[in-house]
């Protein structure tokens, strides 16, 4: 039951991927759509500045993560805006990832849970402190994936069997188990390590 509900957020989180795109693509359109009425009309100066602000925004939407891999850039930008809309700062360090050889499933599977997990816990910190930042290192390194993310915690957590125990007994990370699958399937490390201020995971494959 577990696997199945992890599927269906897997899911989820690519169809939200494609959806934001599929929206970017009509809004476009109907930029364009515009630039030409503009132009039929004899608005050229219009046009033109229309058209520099429209390229500036795209340049600006296509070069915000770039890593050379669709999947990877798809995936990092959500969670780059997601960052950027609760106000949770990021320091990232990627590298070029053409070469990467997980499957589609399996990406978002190692990116969105530990940026959804650093995601949530900045938001706890961002709440008492009113400042939050996550540190990621993306880069391949002597033919490895390093795969690092670092963010603030409120608390420090205990960890168990390569996920999160809380205070309380009951358990969270459960996302941290399926990127645990993900890391063994390929003969990879996976190390998480927590103290007062910070939680660390690091991924290696």
Do not use: W
């Not at 390194?141 to 999160?164: G, S, Y």
């Amino acid at each position: 039951e577990q696997n199945q509900k992890n599927r269906i957020a897997d899911y989820q989180d690519r169809e939200e991927i494609y959806e934001r795109q599929r929206r970017k693509m009509h809004d476009y359109k109907n930029q364009l759509s515009t630039i030409q009425t503009l132009i039929k009309n004899g608005h050229t100066d219009e046009a033109l500045s229309f058209t520099q602000k429209l390229t500036e925004s795209i340049a600006v939407e296509m070069s915000a993560i770039n890593t050379n891999h669709p999947v990877v850039n798809a995936v990092l930008n959500q969670k780059y805006r997601s960052m950027q809309e609760k106000h949770i700062a990021v320091i990232l360090k990627v590298g070029d990832l053409q070469e990467i050889c997980l499957e589609e499933e399996e990406i978002v599977i190692l990116l969105s849970n530990l940026l959804d997990n650093a995601i949530r816990e900045s938001e706890k910190v961002l709440k008492n402190t009113g400042k939050a930042v996550i540190h990621l290192k993306l880069e391949c390194e002597d033919h490895k994936l390093i795969f690092a993310v670092r963010n603030p915690v409120t608390e420090k957590v205990e960890i168990e069997n390569d996920t999160i125990k809380s205070k309380r007994g009951d358990h969270h990370g459960i996302g941290l188990l399926n990127v645990k699958a993900v890391v063994d399937k390929y003969g990879g490390d996976m190390v998480l390590s927590c103290d007062e201020n910070e939680f660390k995971a690091v991924v290696i494959l």
